[in-house]
T-cell receptor
């Protein structure tokens, strides 16, 4: 299995631009998680889906952030408009529903200038 | 909600020595406690986990202990090697949360040859 796939690996953009991060979970997994990692705040859960349905989005920082999971093999995290404080590494993880082991992707390093 | 505290934030040991990382949690209903290892430029990877019906679990050079009464759990690495150098994260969750992990802030372990 290829594991969790994220794209792009690196993104540099200017303040005010729209940013879209993409994730393909492990085939057969039906839970998907988006995390943000910074030095100051560590690993923060932004949102997670079970069977493509958002279950808990309480970690989404503000309305500028949105996430979708149109099908079992694809999810996006969008930031519009982006701000310098959004600079971080964003991880996607997936797991089997009812199981706890989360498998993380390699992350997307986002820099907003 | 759950809060996970992790100590120390940095740990430096000589190759061959043991390393211990400790975590405490606040939610007595938490019953799943995984440990993740994150190498530079990569996503966290599960290295060992323990459930609340078990007090200790070992896997070669790594072991985890759990004290439910005191609400703390620890990671023990024996005979450390330079390749053990990484950031280690503890986490906690309830089974009914369907995988909503709360992570500690991480411990940067350096193993000096």
């Amino acid at each position: 299995d290829a594991g969790v796939i994220q794209s792009p690996r690196h993104e540099v953009t200017e303040m005010g631009q729209e940013v879209t991060l993409r994730c393909k979970p492990i085939s057969g997994h039906n839970s998907l998680f988006w995390y943000r990692q910074t030095m100051m705040r560590g690993l923060e859960l932004l949102i997670y889906f079970n069977n493509n349905v958002p279950i808990d989005d309480s970690g989404m920082p503000e309305d500028r952030f949105s996430a979708k999971m149109p099908n079992a093999s694809f999810s996006t995290l969008k930031i519009q408009p982006s701000e310098p404080r959004d600079s971080a590494v964003y991880f996607c993880a997936s797991s089997l529903a009812g199981g706890h082991t989360q498998y993380f992707g390699p992350g997307t390093r986002l820099t907003v200038l | 909600g759950e809060n996970v505290e992790q100590h120390p934030s940095t740990l430096s040991v000589q190759e061959g020595d043991s390393a211990v990382i400790k975590c405490t949690y606040s939610d007595s209903a938490s019953n799943y406690f995984p440990w993740y290892k994150q190498e530079l430029g990569k996503g966290p990877q599960l290295i060992i986990d323990i459930r609340s019906n078990v007090g200790e679990k070992k896997d070669q050079r790594i072991a985890v202990t759990l004290n439910k009464t005191a609400k703390h759990f620890s990671l023990h690495i024996t005979e450390t090697q330079p390749e053990d150098s990484a950031v280690y994260f503890c986490a906690a969750s309830r089974s009914e949360s369907q995988g909503n992990l709360i992570f500690g802030k991480g411990t940067k372990l350096s193993v000096k040859p």
